[in-house]
């Protein structure tokens, strides 16, 4: 079993950047794909990014692809989220997930394990 805490969001204004990071309590953080969903007022939870457990794959979304990067520090039991170019529809509260089967999937009722979120807010 897992603990996630995430940590690092805030409010920013329209191109502006931040760095979301998740860090992780519990034995074999290393053995989990990890994966950022965010989810907006009124909406569903949606995919952002994930990493395999060696961090050698990486997958985002469409609306994310070339603005956001995921990465994982197994040995200090992190994930990072950088997110750069940042528009007033990044807004949410993003949430870090852990997923203990290595689906490599892109769908929130395929993660085991979730943080508590942490707001992102991008003015105009």
């Known amino acids: 079993q897992v603990q996630l805490v995430e940590s690092g969001g805030g409010l920013v204004q329209a191109g502006d950047s931040l760095r979301l990071s998740c860090s992780a309590s519990g034995r074999g953080f290393g053995s989990y794909y990890m994966g950022w969903f965010r989810q907006a007022p009124g909406k569903e939870r949606d995919f952002v990014a994930s990493i395999s457990r060696g961090a050698s794959r990486t997958y985002y979304a469409d609306s994310v692809k070339g603005r956001f990067t995921i990465s994982r520090d197994n040995a200090k039991n992190t994930v990072h989220l950088q997110m750069s170019s940042l528009k007033p529809e990044d807004t949410a509260v993003y949430y870090c997930?852990?997923?203990?089967?290595?689906?490599?999937?892109?769908?929130?009722?395929?993660?085991?394990?979730w943080g508590r979120g942490t707001q992102v807010t991008v003015s105009s």
């Open positions: 997930a852990a997923d203990a089967y290595g689906s490599e999937s892109t769908l929130s009722h395929d993660y085991d394990y």
